[in-house]
Structure formats: C-alpha cells, structure tokens
C-alpha cells in the first residue's frame, strides 16, 4: 500500500488564532509527506481560506471542503462564521454551534472512505471538537487533537474546566491539578466567565465534554518547541496521559531565516485578509525608525480593551515619546466591525501622532508577522494569544502582557515566570490602568542596562531555540522536525497493522 496517497482530514475551531496554525500545519505536513490533506470548515471560512491559498504556491494537494452552516440558526449574527468581530459574550453560542458540525464532518468523510476504498489516515481536530473521536473511531481511522495553544496555558485551561478549582477556594488564588503545589494561580487570571462557572453554564456545558472527549484522542500536537516549555510539556503530558508531539512554531519558514525583514506578501499568504491599511506603508514607516526603537501593540484577532482603558494607553503610549505601532479596534461593547469614533481617544491623538510620526494607528488587522520581523521593532505589547507569542519570541521580541481572555493569563504567567521574557502590564478588560503605568511599564522595558535588556536577552535566547527545532539538514533535525517525523511513522505503523489484522481476518 503506497503510503504517498495517504489522506489527512483536518477540523480545525472556527478562528483565525485555529486556522492560521492549521492552515499553517496542513502545509507543513504536506510539504514533508507528500500526503493529501483536507481542510473542512463552515463555507466563509472556507472562502477565506482560498483566498489566502490563491496567493501561496505549492498547495496543490491541500483541498478545502465546505461543511454546511447557517449561524442565524444558532442565534449568531447573519453571516457570523469566526470569533473575530463577535462579542466575547456571544462567542459561546459559535463554541455551542460548532457541535453541528459533527454530521457533515462524518459525511465528508464517509464519501471520502467511498471514493477511495479506504479510511483517512487520521483526523486532525481542533482540541474544542472532541466530538471528533466518535466519528473517527465509527469510520475506521484515528483523531489526533491539535492545540494551537501552547504546552502550559492550554494544561492549565484543561485542567481550570475539568476541576473548576476556584469553587472550592475562599482564597484570592488557587492551586491546580496537575501542576506542582507550589504553582500558584491568582483568581484574576480566570476571565469573568470562567470565574462563573459551576459546571452548568453554557461555557461548562460546552468545554467539559468537548476536552474530555479530547482527552480520548490518539494522540495530541501541540504548537510549541521541546526546548522552550519543558515544565509546561511535562505538566501537559502527566496530566492528558497521551503521546504529545511538539511540532511548532507553525509559522512560515521565510519568518525563520536569518535575514531581516520578511516580504509583505507573507501575511496575504496567512490569513488572506484584505489589510486595513497597506502592509508596504507600515514597514516604509517602520524603515523611517531607528533600529531597536518601536512598541508594537496588539491583542490579536478577536479580543479588545475598554474604552476607558484605551484612553490611558493613549496616554501612556503619548507621554512615554516612544514611537509605537498600535492595532486598534472599537472598544469592548461597541460595534467591532463599526466606524472608529475619534472620541474613544484622548482629543486630537491620532492626528498628532501622524503629524509627529510618533505612532502609527493601524485599524482592524495589521501585518504583525512582518512587523515582528522588522529590525526597528523592539518589544511587543501583547493580549498573550498563543500564535503572538510564537511570533514575537521567533523573532527574540520580548513581550508586556495584557491577556484578555481564554488561556491568555497562564500564557503570560510563563512567560514570566518560566521564560523570563515578558512583564505583566495589566489583566482583563476591566482593570483600572492608568497613563502613568503604562509609561511606567515602557520605560522598564525599554531600558537595555536593566530589566529590559534582561528580557531581551531571553527572548534571543529562545528565538534561537525555536530556530534550531526546525533544523532539518544532514548533520541534525532538530526536535521539531523529529516530532513531526515521529508522528507520521506512528500513525502509518498503525495503519500498517490495522491492514494486516484485518487481511488476516479476511483470508481466515
Ligand atoms: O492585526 C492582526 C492581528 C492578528 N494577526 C494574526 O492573527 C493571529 C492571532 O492569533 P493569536 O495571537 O493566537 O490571538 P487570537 O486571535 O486571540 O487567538 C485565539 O487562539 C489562540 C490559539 O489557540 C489562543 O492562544 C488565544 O487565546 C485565542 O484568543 C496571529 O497569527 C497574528 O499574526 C495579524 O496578522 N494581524
């Protein structure tokens, strides 16, 4: 049985943080395996999806399958296929939605058993969609849940909806299984929604059984590098009891090599979004700025601040005389795809940082893989999403979190405490932060003979290790590439066996 024409089903959440890695792992398994692969999703996803691939080359055994979706049908906004532009709060009925797609996902691949006389080698799906397992197992194949989390936030966000520990707590903290005793985690690391939850909310109703069922998989991938998290793998493993493969950074290798500042047409290539504002004038600004010099501000593709604490970052940012590039969206509670309004900014800002060239306001997406890249950009103001974090530390960008939601403060918390890479500024959307803080923090980080250089330092650190993973030359491979490579012997060794076994039930 050649193993060239094998078949990979991918399922990945519907979220630009889920499809940009799986988008980026179809690529990488494919290049190194030859295999078919198929991405299936709800039809705008899909739609975006091909865009992005229009502009890549070399994907011509990536196929992209539409799974029907109506979100009106679940209470969503028409045409509401992502997180992006939903309100957190609303973001739980996409979560609940999602389960509809466990009926076509099982008729996609039952016509592709049809067609091709046999099984897929695997499913890959999200580690939201544990429902996966079942059709997996009742078609004949096997389902290996990915995280596009890391190895330490997403063990702590397992393990905070399995044990929901703060309901047994009077304290301001609480410990977790799974993690050592002396690992401390704060009750303002639990987003507000988590902080509720007793098991019977929609958000409990939702994760609970969906990692559980996750728990059951074959395997799981995770997209992070051996070298750069081992407490967060060991925790990750003891605790799911599964073979975990690291095989990240799933991040276009163009990003990895040493020369400097990567193509624009990098970003067109990841999430074929139309960008706000064209990628060349951010990096001619950022060309306009000194080396090493530039704060760059983000809270990924689907999170926002308030409006107050929007001002006080203005403030902050303003007062600091640091140039900065900030991607800036409607605040919590507004309109995320609406207008900008000038008002949820300190009077005449914007057009006193264009006319200084201190900052540079880019509405709705920037081209960040880029910006990250750019010899002018000095740290990265950050909510803590795990493909961020990667990007910035690929790139020995140190980070000042402000996670916001999901596994986002037990990310921030390592790159504290275990990476030495990051400050914390502030948490969450309703802290109360003000200007002089957010100066404050700048200025920390900002100064090479103290704590920023410290950090620096480590992020150098570990770009060179998540460099060195994904070696892949006579002399060496590195771990990344070992995992990788160790992932498709098994699953084929067991594909191997499942066709002895069952041609020896047959010639019985
Ligand atoms: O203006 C922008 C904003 C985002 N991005 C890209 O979009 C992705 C954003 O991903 P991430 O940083 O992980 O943030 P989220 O979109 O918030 O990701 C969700 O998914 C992640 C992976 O599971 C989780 O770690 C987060 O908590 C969860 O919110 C990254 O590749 C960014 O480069 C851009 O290119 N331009």
């Not at 943080?17 to 799986?22: A, E, R, T, V, Y």
């Not at 080396?291 to 501000?297: F, G, K, L, Q």
């Not at 892949?472 to 990344?480: F, L, M, N, R, T």
């Amino acid at each position: 049985m050649g193993f060239e024409n094998e078949h990979i089903v991918m399922l990945p959440f519907m979220a630009q943080g889920h499809l940009i890695p799986f988008l980026a792992l179809a690529k990488q398994i494919q290049q190194r395996t030859n295999f078919t692969i198929t991405i299936a999703s709800t039809p705008l996803n899909i739609q975006s999806l091909q865009s992005t691939m229009a502009t890549s080359s070399n994907n011509n055994t990536i196929h992209l399958a539409e799974l029907p979706f109506c979100s009106t049908d679940h209470g969503l906004p028409p045409n509401t296929e992502t997180t992006e532009n939903l309100p957190l709060k609303q973001v739980v009925n996409l979560f609940a939605a999602s389960l509809s797609l466990e009926a076509p996902a099982r008729r996609l691949i039952s016509g592709i058993i049809e067609t091709e006389g046999r099984p897929p080698l695997c499913v890959i799906s999200d580690l939201f969609f544990g429902w996966a397992n079942d059709v997996a197992d009742s078609l004949g194949t096997v389902n290996v849940s990915f995280t596009t989390g890391g190895a330490y936030g997403t063990a702590a966000y397992i393990s905070i909806w399995h044990n929901l520990p703060h309901r047994s707590t009077h304290e301001d903290f609480f410990t977790l299984p799974g993690f050592p005793e002396g690992c401390r985690f704060d009750i303002s690391q639990l987003h507000p929604f988590l902080r509720a939850a007793d098991g019977t909310d929609s958000w409990s109703r939702f994760f609970q059984p969906q990692i559980s069922l996750s728990a059951k998989s074959f395997g799981w991938l995770c997209n992070t590098v051996e070298e750069i998290e081992p407490f967060g793998l060991d925790v990750l493993r003891n605790y799911v009891r599964l073979p975990v493969w690291s095989i990240g950074p799933l991040i276009p290798r163009e990003a990895l090599k040493n020369s400097s500042t990567l193509d624009v047409s990098v970003s067109r290539q990841r999430a074929g979004k139309k960008l706000s504002f064209p990628a060349e004038k951010c990096l001619e600004w950022l060309d306009s700025h000194g080396s090493d010099s530039v704060i760059y501000i983000s809270f990924g593709s689907q999170n926002t601040i308030s409006e107050t604490q929007m001002k006080e970052l203005a403030i902050g940012l303003e007062e600091s005389g640091r140039a900065f590039i900030w991607v800036i969206r409607p605040p919590v509670g507004f309109d995320l795809k609406g207008e900008f309004r000038a008002e949820w900014l300190p009077q005449g800002f914007e057009e006193r940082m264009n006319k200084s060239k201190q900052g540079l306001l880019v509405h709705n997406w920037a081209p960040q893989l880029e910006i990250l890249s750019h010899k002018s950009t000095r740290v990265f103001v950050s909510h803590c999403g795990w493909n961020s974090v990667m990007e910035s530390l690929s790139q020995g960008v140190p980070i000042v979190g402000w996670p916001l939601a999901a596994e986002q403060a037990y990310n921030s918390k390592m790159l504290v405490e275990e990476m030495g890479v990051s400050v914390e500024l502030t948490r969450g959307a309703q802290s109360k932060i003000v200007g002089e803080e957010v100066k404050g923090v700048i200025d920390l980080v900002m100064d090479e003979s103290g704590k920023g250089g410290e950090m620096r330092k480590s992020a150098a650190v570990i770009k060179e290790k998540i460099r060195a993973s994904i070696r892949d030359d006579d002399e060496e491979k590195g771990s990344s590439v070992k995992a990788m490579d160790d992932f498709v012997a098994v699953l084929l060794s067991k594909r191997q066996e499942s066709s002895k076994s069952s041609n020896s039930i047959v010639s019985n």
